[in-house]
């Protein structure tokens, strides 16, 4: 890995942090989840460029969940 492709990974690994924090800054409950997606996909690419797969697996989990949600939320809020 070279200095400038390894400087990246990490550049992406903190704004996968800072986007996934940032994200309960949100007002909007849809809001939080969408930035959470973002980041947690984020997190993935990271894992997947430093061969971690719990990083991987963890975070695809969150997406997978968070869309869930998103989707739930709006199916719900669509019948009200």
Excluded: C
């Excluded at 704004?15 to 980041?39: D, H, N, P, W």
């Excluded at 968070?66 to 669509?78: F, Q």
């Amino acid at each position: 890995m070279t200095l400038e492709h390894s400087v990246a990974v990490e550049v992406l690994g903190w704004a996968a942090a800072a986007t996934f924090a940032g994200s309960y800054l949100a007002r909007r409950a849809e809001t939080v989840v969408r930035v959470q997606i973002v980041g947690a996909l984020m997190w993935a690419v990271y894992g997947v460029l430093v061969a971690a797969v719990p990083v991987v697996a963890a975070n695809l989990l969150v997406v997978a969940a968070a869309a869930w949600k998103a989707r739930t939320s709006r199916l719900r809020d669509a019948s009200a």
